[in-house]
């Protein structure tokens, strides 16, 4: 899925509209429950969306990077965070007030089509999520994933046409699935050739045979997983 980015050009709003904050990995921006009462823009460094269950366990919902927006929720009175969001890099952030962003909202045309894009993007994504996890099996999971992130190079995610960026532990929290049957499937897939396994770095050798996965679905329809 490609990913809504603010252009240069319009940095200058947000810039103006908030304040600028710094976090170090694995530092807590905001947790769940929490009143949402500003919107972020990431003008360095990335972060780690995740929900946290009842049991405790933390579901990554998304890794968000330099030039995007997180924190929508804010655009919704009288809401709480729905998700928990921290620093994974070294993280610098404007801290954006609503009211002040909505004056340039009003003033630029570009602008209000990003952030309304934007929404539209997170509901789609949250759509394909419920969708890896609720109906697809461990292999498709896994193939969806790597399919739709490859899908859409992105330099400042170091995501490639081929590759992500991504430890057997994030596919695991990003899926739903125990570590160890990720490590199987990918042990798996290694030895047919399919992929290849470093850590923090998985490439697909075979695109055909994860798309073959799913054989109801054109390859255009596979990416939007």
Not at 3 to 27: D, R, T, V
Request: hydrophobic share 40%; charged share 20%; net charge neutral.
């Amino acid at each position: 899925m490609s990913q809504i980015k603010i252009p240069e050009e319009l940095y200058h709003c947000f810039e103006a509209a908030g304040y600028l904050q710094s976090y170090e990995p694995n530092e807590d921006i905001y947790l769940q429950g929490e009143d949402a009462s500003r919107i972020y823009f990431i003008k360095k460094g990335r972060v780690r969306a995740y929900y946290i269950t009842t049991g405790g366990r933390e579901l990554t919902f998304e890794i968000i990077e330099k030039g995007r927006i997180f924190g929508e929720s804010s655009f919704l009175t009288q809401c709480a965070r729905p998700v928990c969001v921290a620093a994974v890099t070294p993280v610098e952030l404007m801290a954006c007030d609503l009211n002040q962003l909505y004056a340039y909202m009003e003033k630029s045309a570009k602008l209000m089509q990003l952030m309304l894009q934007l929404l539209s993007n997170t509901c789609n994504h949250l759509t394909a999520q419920l969708r890896r996890i609720t109906l697809y099996d461990r292999y498709q999971r896994i193939a969806s994933l790597l399919l739709s992130e490859t899908q859409h190079p992105d330099f400042d995610r170091g995501v490639t046409a081929s590759s992500i960026p991504y430890t057997q532990e994030d596919l695991a929290l990003i899926l739903n699935l125990n570590r160890v049957t990720v490590n199987r499937v990918l042990q798996e897939w290694k030895k047919l050739q399919v992929v290849a396994v470093s850590y923090g770095r998985i490439t697909i050798l075979n695109r055909t045979y994860l798309q073959r996965l799913f054989p109801t679905a054109n390859p255009a329809q596979v990416a939007a997983q």
